[in-house]
C-alpha cells in the first residue's frame, strides 16, 4: 500500500526556517516522482515542488526558489522540505504527494499526482 506521511510542521515567526518530513512506504523514492503542495485556506492548492530521483530534476515554483529546498534520505525512504526565509504568506497546509513518472508531474498539477499524504499545518506569523 502507498502511504506518504508528513511531519514538521509548526508555528514560526517570518525570516525564520523550518524542515518538512515525508516518509513514504509501499515505494521506493525510484519508482515515483515527488510533489510538495500547500493550500491556504480560501486558496486552491499549488505546487511549491516536485523532483523526480529517477530523471535527476527538481522543480520549484517562483513564488519559493531560493528559499525552498528539497532533499532526500533514500535509507529512511524520506524526502525533505527545507523552507528558509519563511514569509506569511507561506501559511498553509502542506501535503506530499507521489505521481507516476509516465504522468506530467514536472508540471506541478495535483490531479497529476495520484497519493497524498494528510497535510501538516505551516504558520508564519509576521
Known amino acids: 500500500e502507498v502511504q506518504l506521511v508528513e511531519s514538521g510542521g509548526g508555528l514560526v515567526q517570518a525570516g525564520g526556517s523550518l524542515r518538512l518530513s515525508c516518509t513514504v512506504s509501499?515505494?521506493?523514492?525510484?519508482?515515483?516522482?515527488i510533489g510538495w503542495f500547500r493550500q491556504a485556506p480560501g486558496k486552491e492548492r499549488e505546487g511549491v515542488s516536485c523532483f523526480s530521483r529517477s530523471h535527476g530534476s527538481t522543480y520549484y515554483a517562483t513564488s519559493v526558489k531560493g528559499r525552498f529546498t528539497v532533499s532526500t534520505d533514500n535509507a529512511k525512504n524520506t524526502v525533505y522540505l527545507q523552507m528558509n526565509s519563511l514569509k506569511p504568506e507561506d501559511t498553509a497546509v502542506y501535503y506530499c504527494?507521489?505521481?507516476?513518472?509516465?504522468?506530467?508531474?514536472?508540471?506541478?498539477?495535483?490531479?497529476?499526482?495520484?497519493?497524498w499524504g494528510q497535510g501538516t499545518q505551516v504558520t508564519v506569523s509576521s
Open positions: 504527494a507521489a505521481a507516476s513518472e509516465s504522468a506530467r508531474w514536472f508540471k506541478m498539477v495535483a490531479n497529476n499526482f495520484h497519493s
Open positions: 509501499g515505494f521506493s523514492l525510484d519508482e515515483y516522482a
